[in-house]
């Protein structure tokens, strides 16, 4: 991976373009593969022949289509979804050198460790399953109120010394426990993996949109954060779990319906100013127009639509058609 160009440049390798990620500048796709569903099964047992070739040529159509960066967990698929990515990675020899490898700690079954040893065990577990000597990203996945985050740091920092992570991530981190973490721990925190979407628009301000005196709810200011630490953004559910892609009926009583409903509508009118792009793609390019340099984690493990997904880094919004989605999320004018 290059180091080599400015930090908020983005550069283009073939359709997919890329972007600086980090203090070392290290360049990953715009758009990732989010690896949650990629063992097609939340129990390690029910893994067969067909798991693994369903994995692997998603991973392959990921790569051809010039993703970098893949984002996984300790506790997905039951520990399946890393197990299942060293078989992707030995079946596409040379690949691991040219990709960007994130994984997670801390949810437990049925409670959140932050705790050093756990911290430690896990990474190990992690490393093991995916056949790795170190990983470029290593995620809080949940904030976890009964640790000190001294003592978290203190486990992370060691296991940057150690060369067994490069980085260190957090997720769904409000700003006032990414700056409780930020004052013990020596690396940097380089992303902040969040839900935002056009189903979820909090992180967007902390406030009411249009400042003091709208009517619109507080959000909570992750965004603005990022902006001012340089903490990457990483998006989960960026396609709202599926149902943005416009492929997936809307129940009657989905509580979004309505807003999902005239978010296709705008979608409608712009479609082809962006050549046809689908309500998938128009749903992450609305990610990707925002400065803070949002990287969406595309959660398929189908071949096409992460194609699909992937092609949507050449997108360009335009304000007025960013602003009008926005409004139609909203279901209210911008004050
Ligand atoms: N940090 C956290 O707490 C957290 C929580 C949740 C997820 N994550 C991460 O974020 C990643 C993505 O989250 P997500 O799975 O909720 O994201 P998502 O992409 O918004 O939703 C995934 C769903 O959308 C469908 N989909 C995606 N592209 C599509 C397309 N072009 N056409 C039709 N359907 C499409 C997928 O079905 P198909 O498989 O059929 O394409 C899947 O059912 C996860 O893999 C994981 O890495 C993190």
Redesign the pocket.
Known sequence: MSDQSTLMGAKTTGSMTTQAFGPQNIHVSRIA?????LAGTWNPKDVGGENRKRAIASFEAALEAGITFY???DI?GGTACESIFKDCLQAMPGSRDKIFIAT?VGIRSGFYEHSPQYIRDSIQGSLDRMGLEYVDLY?L??PDPLTHPAHSAQALDELVASGRVKAIGI??YYPQQTRALKKYLQAPIVSN???I?LLRLDPIYEGAAGGAGSVDSAGDGVLDQCLELGITPLA???????W??G??EVPADHPRREAIERIFEKMDEMRETYGGA?N?QLSLAWLLAHPAQIIP??????P???R??AEAASLQMSRHDWYQLWVAARGERVP
């Open positions: 593969l989010g690896c949650m569903g984002d996984h967990a997905y997670k995620q996945h949940r997720s769904n993996q969040i839900s979407s989960y559910s960026p396609v709202g779990g599926g943005l892609s492929r997936r689908t998938t984690l595309v959660g398929s493990n189908q096409a639509h992460i699909e997904g």
